[in-house]
């Protein structure tokens, strides 16, 4: 009875229904009328015996039933995943897939590195890159649609497993020309410097609330540098008066190269994007400055031999 009703058709249609919130909708992109579709879902809510959809509202929605029979559908794309993957694995890597996501920054100056010294030993792995925001890419994650999530700060640890691979120190970069550095020369740190680790055997930190007046450009609110760089202000005793709010961190950081704003910038960030001679660095004492980088998956998703060479890789490259 179970396969009758999560058959291939039927597990199609409803989750086109599900997806575009509407019959006809759905019905165009499946390439069958409204009136076959609409047939064919009320035979299936009559062979269960409850409806799957709100039709009243708009979009439709799902009743509870409806949502019960969409987290089946996902539990069983799973599985399947989980067995092709198993398939690739039995075949020593010979074949394979994986879909990699992260946000700009990551994608551009992180990744290339990691695939490229994966490749060298396994040829055959294929990828698809995903970029988006970190909140978007949890979401899509919940989907199935993603393999791995390289990703840093905080996550939903109910539902995600991180492997970490590097940790990050945050620090205030600062135009050059902002007349305050006169000030704070000895706490200064260059470009340079952070390249050669300096900033980890400098313990002497900035009073940060020097620059309360000035203009920070920050992370939007959500995302994990957003709550660490509000946290580290308010532990100074004061809250940003002017603050530009992006979406990117790299684009964070070139707007502060541009002497637009006062950024909260990553140590990775600046060692793996392109220099910056117009901007000085001072060390943050603070318990938000540090954090984890890592590669994510869902906990209930099957972590493969693919997915384990690749986590592997990239702690072996940034250890290096």
Do not use: W
Request: glycine content about 4%.
């Amino acid at each position: 009875m179970l396969q009758k009703f999560l058959s291939y058709r039927n597990k199609e249609y409803i989750y086109e229904i599900y997806k575009t919130g509407s019959f006809s909708k759905a019905a165009k992109n499946l390439y069958i009328s409204q009136p076959a579709l609409s047939a064919s879902i009320v035979k299936i809510e009559a062979d269960l015996g409850m409806k799957l959809f709100n039709r009243s509202s708009h979009p439709i929605t799902l009743t509870e039933a409806g949502q019960a029979y969409i987290d089946a559908i996902k539990e069983i794309e799973e599985v399947e995943r989980g067995f092709y993957n198993k398939l690739y694995e039995i075949s020593n890597l010979q074949i394979g897939h994986l879909t990699i996501a992260g946000a700009n920054f990551f994608s551009s100056c992180m990744l290339p590195t990691i695939m490229k010294n994966f490749s060298k030993k396994y040829p055959a792995i294929t990828f698809e890159i995903v970029e988006s925001d970190s909140i978007e890419l949890y979401k899509m994650a919940l989907d199935n649609h993603i393999d791995l999530i390289l990703d840093a700060g905080d996550y939903d640890h109910d539902i995600y497993k991180a492997h970490h691979i590097l940790t990050e120190e945050i620090l205030l970069a600062v135009p050059k020309n902002n007349p305050l550095n006169d000030h704070f020369k000895e706490y200064q740190l260059t470009y340079h410097d952070i390249l050669q680790n300096k900033h980890k055997e400098k313990q002497d930190s900035i009073p940060i609330s020097a620059f309360k007046d000035e203009t920070f450009i920050l992370m939007k609110k959500g995302h994990d540098m957003h709550a660490r760089s509000i946290g580290i202000c308010q532990n100074y005793g004061f809250q940003p008066a002017h603050t530009i709010y992006l979406n990117q961190l790299m684009t964070v950081y070139n707007f502060a190269s541009q002497e637009l704003g006062i950024v909260f910038v990553t140590d990775t960030l600046i060692k793996l994007a392109p220099p910056q001679d117009n901007l000085v660095f001072y060390k943050v004492n603070d318990k938000s400055s540090f954090r984890s980088l890592f590669l994510a998956h869902k906990k209930t998703s099957i972590l493969t031999k693919c997915m384990e060479y690749f986590i592997e890789t990239a702690r072996t490259v940034f250890q290096e």
